[in-house]
């Protein structure tokens, strides 16, 4: 099976390095898909987006993930956020609250939105 090195850094940690059979994220020109010998590129995330990473082991792990950068090298996948979130480690409540209080689209309700997107991803 064919692989690749997937990087997931924050700002404030690595959050996970490993090997890896797919890579999805949102971009600021649409969502991606990455497969072991994808060409080489540099996109933009949204913010307020999620990226899932399909291990070789065959876990699906979602992450919301607020601005930064996805590159692709020959055989490493790097994404470099400016925040994110394990799905599993994010408080749904927390955020549907936010976004029902929210009267602007501040960075928190964007933020808000990406850790529901990736709790709803993460359950399907």
């Known amino acids: ?10 700002v404030e940690a690595q959050l996970w390095s490993g090997s ?3 890579v999805s994220a949102q971009t600021t020109e649409g969502e991606i898909g990455i497969m072991p010998g994808h060409e080489p590129v540099l996109g933009q995330l949204v913010e307020g987006g999620v990226i ?4 070789t082991d065959g876990e699906r792990m979602v992450a919301a993930v ?3 950068f996805l590159a692709v090298t020959a055989g490493k996948v790097s994404i470099l956020a ?7 480690d994010i408080d749904a409540e ?5 976004v029902a209080d ?3 689209e501040s960075v928190s ?3 808000a939105r990406g850790r529901l997107r990736a709790v709803e991803r993460a359950t399907t």
């Open 109 to 111: 309700v964007l933020q």
């Open 66 to 68: 607020h601005g930064g």
């Open 82 to 88: 400016e925040s994110a979130d394990w799905a599993e």
């Open 52 to 55: 899932a990473i399909t291990t």
């Open 94 to 98: 927390a955020a549907r609250a936010t």
């Open 102 to 104: 929210a009267t602007d």
């Open 20 to 22: 890896a059979t797919m």
């Open 1 to 10: 099976m064919a692989e690749m090195t997937v990087e997931l850094v924050a």
